[in-house]
């Protein structure tokens, strides 16, 4: 499937992710993951845990969950970090 006629645009043989392409589009979508609101972020990572909220984008708070992670991994980089500096 070639649109506009442009032949540097890749032609797509048998079945894509989502099962079509909508004309102008380069890249096939793919479906869209399951999501469940939360009424908070503590909410949000006692239902879904922090893996499953900062990983998975199991609800929206994803960004959050993934700063506390990040945060974590961190402090126990520097811990080591500053241990191996006083060893």
């Known amino acids: 499937m070639i649109y506009n006629d442009n032949p540097y645009e890749q032609e797509i043989f048998g079945r894509n992710m989502s099962g079509e392409i909508k004309k102008g589009e380069r890249i096939p979508r793919k479906p869209l993951p399951e999501f469940n609101e939360a009424g908070n972020l503590s909410a949000a990572i006692s239902r879904d845990g922090l893996f499953g909220s900062a990983l998975d984008d199991k ?3 994803g960004p959050h969950a993934m700063i506390i992670l990040l945060m974590i ?6 811990s080591i970090i500053l241990a191996l500096k006083l060893l």
């Open 59 to 61: 609800n929206e708070y």
């Open 73 to 78: 991994v961190a402090s126990i980089t520097g």
